[in-house]
């Protein structure tokens, strides 16, 4: 769906991926959206990978489970961009954008 709307999107299966495939497009990345829950690194864990690479980068965390039990689970910070899935396509394409005009 994002790929209709304009985005090119890079995939990966899990943390440790999505660090390794960040590595292999670090100049061509400027957005991350990452599930907080992934196997063999966390979406936080790999996103604090990826940020000590590019200070920069903007990232919007997704999860099944409701922000306020990733904050108690300690999974995630306050002040991270959060949306819950199954997230309509709209309000998505809606919170992207607002992640990246910040």
């Known amino acids: 769906m994002l790929e209709e709307f304009g985005y090119r999107v890079v995939e990966a299966a899990d ?11 670090k100049d061509k990345i400027d957005f991350l959206m990452i599930d907080v829950v992934l196997p063999k690194l966390n979406g936080r864990e790999a996103y604090e990978k990826i940020k000590m690479i590019r200070p920069d980068i ?3 965390f997704t999860s099944g489970y409701t922000a306020d039990i990733m904050h108690k689970k300690g999974l ?5 961009e959060f ?5 309509a396509p709209k ?3 809606k919170k992207i954008k ?5």
């Open 58 to 60: 903007k990232a919007l």
């Open 83 to 87: 949306i819950s899935k199954p997230a």
């Open 98 to 102: 607002e992640v990246l005009n910040k």
């Open 15 to 25: 943390g440790e991926e999505t660090v390794s495939r960040f590595l292999e497009n």
């Open 76 to 80: 995630l910070e306050e002040g991270f």
């Open 91 to 93: 309000n998505l394409l």
